[in-house]
């Protein structure tokens, strides 16, 4: 019985996996991002419901950026 870890894959489509990888979630965090500002730009300010603070918004939508930063930092030193 084989494990897991015993097989690997070309360091070439490797390597392109982890680029399509990169960019997927580069471009998945931009319209997280446009979203934000969307509906910050969008909020009535008579509203009954207070209004979320920007800066606020902006922290928590900007935050995971630095996350997904280290995991492909560890990611791509872990390639061969």
Do not use: D, N
Not at 19 to 29: H, K, T
Not at 57 to 68: D, K, N, R, T
């Amino acid at each position: 019985m084989s494990s897991v870890a015993s097989w690997s894959l070309a360091p070439g489509v490797s390597t392109a996996m982890f680029w399509l990888f990169v960019a997927a979630c580069v471009i998945a965090q931009l319209f997280i991002v446009r979203a934000v500002f969307r509906a910050l730009q969008a909020t009535p300010a008579s509203s009954a419901v207070p209004a979320p603070r920007r800066a606020a918004e902006i922290f928590w939508a900007i935050i995971p950026v630095f996350g997904l930063i280290a995991a492909f930092w560890g990611a791509w030193r872990a390639l061969p």
